[in-house]
Every structure is written in structure tokens, then in C-alpha cells.
């Protein structure tokens, strides 16, 4: 017989229901982002590279990689946030 004490027990205290999260889509997006940078580095090589000097076609594989990261990093902050949100969701009663 359990003696009610009065306070929640320790497997429903926490916040957030645990929650096992499927990491598939992180790194399925990770992959797709990686695809996109090969991609961008071939398309600069042969774009670029054959009527430019090496200055131009490494400034152009530059911009690309930077523009791919930046977009690939707001895609893991808002990916990231919606896993594990820091404001619940206030359900009509």
C-alpha cells in the first residue's frame, strides 16, 4: 500500500513529457544541405572557373559554402526549436 504524500512522483514531475525524438529528419536535412553545397561547388567550378581567373572562381565557391551553412544553420535553430518547445501550446478547455 502507497502512502499518498501529496506530491507528484518523480516520473511525472518533469516539465516536458519525455519524448523519444527521431533524429532522421535532422540529419536527412543535414545530407540534403550537404548535397546542395556539392552542388553549388560544381556549378561555380564549371560556371565560373572556365571564363574567370582562380581569384573569381574561389570568391564564388566562398559565397556559396557561406550561403549554404547560414542557411543551413537557421534550418538546425528552427528544426531544433521545435522538438523540445519552450512555451506549451494553451489548449481550449
Not at 535532422?26 to 567550378?45: I, N, P, Q, S
Not at 550561403?67 to 518547445?85: A, E, F, N, R, T
Amino acid at each position: 500500500d502507497k502512502k499518498n504524500t501529496g506530491r507528484p512522483s518523480p516520473r511525472t514531475y518533469s516539465r516536458y513529457p519525455r519524448v523519444r525524438t527521431n533524429t532522421m529528419g535532422f540529419w536527412l536535412g543535414t545530407v540534403f544541405f550537404a548535397a546542395l553545397e556539392v552542388l553549388g561547388m560544381f556549378l561555380v567550378k564549371s560556371l565560373i572557373g572556365t571564363r574567370q581567373g582562380r581569384r573569381h572562381e574561389l570568391l564564388g565557391q566562398l559565397l556559396v559554402a557561406t550561403s549554404v551553412i547560414c542557411c543551413w544553420l537557421l534550418w538546425v535553430i528552427v528544426y531544433m526549436g521545435q522538438m523540445k518547445p519552450l512555451v506549451n501550446p494553451v489548449l481550449p478547455s
